[in-house]
């Protein structure tokens, strides 16, 4: 079956614009979260959704949200872009709680 | 912050010995996770040991969990060139979510 699927790959920005991201998870996975990784901060989780509510949310500034449609495909937005965003954004979905994740590939968002 | 912490950092050893990671945690949890990382790519999940059980085995990985020393280890045995990557543990705290934290990751090299 196909894995978690994240587009683009890589991105670049400048600062002050706003970037989308988007998440196809594995079929029949309801929960997608995403995490930020960087080389200072390591993995840190930034929301996590569920049948198109978010129901957790990591400790990121409200330039940070999400979305997931009925299909739960996710999306992640990111506005008024800060040279520190710049890290691999990873997302993640998982059967049910207390179930292993099935991570994508991530995207490579630099800021400049 | 992070919950678990993996230990060593780093670890570099040749094909065919094996490789042992550590990881500790600070609250009691639901379940702990072992992924890999292959250079900057998605993460793989490896195993999840629910915090009931002491030890489980996947091929050529042994984890082991010791809730009372709030601690895991990851064995590999017989170590290849391609099990070179990063290797992180994961932990849901018990009472909370099952969102796992992911400590910063121990970095295997294996010299052919």
């Known amino acids: 079956k196909a894995g978690v699927t994240q587009t683009p790959r890589y991105l670049i920005k400048t600062r002050g614009q706003q970037v989308t991201l988007s998440c196809s998870p594995i079929?029949?996975?309801?929960?997608v979260s995403w995490y930020q990784q960087t080389p200072g901060q390591g993995l840190q989780f930034l929301f996590e959704?569920?049948?198109?509510?978010?129901?957790n949310k990591g400790n990121f500034p409200g330039r940070f949200s999400g979305r997931q449609f009925s299909n739960s495909r996710s999306e992640m937005n990111v506005s008024t872009l800060e040279l520190g965003d710049s890290a691999l954004y990873l997302c993640?979905?998982?059967?049910?709680?207390?179930?292993?994740?099935?991570f994508g590939s991530g995207t490579r968002l630099t800021v400049v | 912050s992070q919950q678990g912490e993996e230990d060593p950092q780093a670890l570099s050893i040749q094909e065919g010995e094996n490789a042992t990671m550590n990881c500790s945690y600070k609250?009691?949890?639901?379940?702990l996770q072992w992924y890999r990382q292959n250079s900057g790519r998605g993460l793989v999940h490896l195993i999840l040991?629910?915090?009931?059980?002491r030890e489980k085995h996947s091929g050529r990985l042994r984890v082991t969990l010791d809730t009372s020393k709030k601690s895991s280890s990851l064995l590999i045995t017989a170590s290849r060139a391609a099990d070179t990557a990063s290797y992180f543990c994961?932990?849901?705290?018990?009472?909370?979510?099952?969102?796992?934290?992911f400590g910063r990751g121990t970095s295997l090299i294996v010299h052919p």
């Open positions: 993640a979905s998982s059967l049910s709680d207390g179930y292993g994740y099935t």
């Open positions: 079929s029949g996975h309801r929960s």
């Open positions: 959704y569920f049948s198109e509510t978010q129901r």
């Open positions: 609250t009691s949890i639901n379940n």
């Open positions: 040991i629910r915090s009931n059980e």
């Open positions: 994961a932990t849901d705290a018990r009472g909370g979510s099952y969102i796992p934290t």
